[in-house]
């Protein structure tokens, strides 16, 4: 092999960052059971019965089924799988199921691997990047299957996860704030040109 060959080898090669003492690197596939969702047609969509989800950006269910043959619990998490890529949601619910644009991961063990951690592991994930290259948008149970998550002991996803969780509640409500005071400047312009055309000002 070459210098230049060598060199272009290395350079190609991710190096992974060093994980604190007791964390260690996992695929998905080992720790979790990984499906596509279901199958549903117009007349499955009944608007009662169990949430159904779907490949999209909402955390809100798509629809509702009382058909839905497959049914996860708040031990699995849902990521989008064909148009919308990626999109993770942890719908926490006793019963919902997923429609077949999606890919559903379920903790095998959710003392090992709490959801909320898959969760916000998945969140980390460039989904489009994985999927850049294709014309329709689409991402396989293998993809996700291979896929390497960071996984420290149970005791340290809860705090960490506990942790992101009011950080993101406070990130969510610093938005809402924001998307407030843009709408009042928005609409302050068309309240001076009222006033200016009734002689108030």
Not at 40 to 66: C, H, Q
């Amino acid at each position: 092999m070459t210098k230049t060959a060598e060199i272009s080898r290395e350079d190609s090669v991710e190096t992974k960052p060093q994980l604190p003492d007791g964390w260690r690197r996992e695929q998905l596939g080992n720790v979790c059971d990984i499906r596509m969702g279901e199958t549903l047609i117009a007349k499955d969509l009944t608007g009662d019965g169990i949430p159904v989800f779907s490949a999209n950006t909402s955390v809100e269910p798509w629809v509702f089924t009382s058909h839905g043959r497959l049914k996860f619990n708040q031990s699995s998490v849902v990521v989008g799988a064909r148009g919308s890529i990626g999109f993770p949601r942890w719908p926490n619910l006793p019963a919902w199921t997923a429609t077949q644009t999606t890919i559903v991961l379920t903790c095998r063990d959710s003392e090992a691997l709490i959801p909320e951690w898959l969760l916000r592991a998945l969140q980390r994930v460039d989904f489009k990047g994985m999927t850049a290259q294709q014309a329709i948008p689409m991402m396989t149970v293998g993809d996700l299957e291979l896929f390497e998550i960071p996984l420290p002991p149970p005791t340290e996803q809860k705090r960490i996860a506990g942790i992101l969780k009011e950080q993101m509640a406070a990130v969510e409500r610093a938005c809402r704030s924001a998307e407030a005071q843009l709408q009042a400047a928005e609409a302050l312009p068309a309240a001076l040109l009222r006033r200016a055309f009734n002689g108030e000002l």
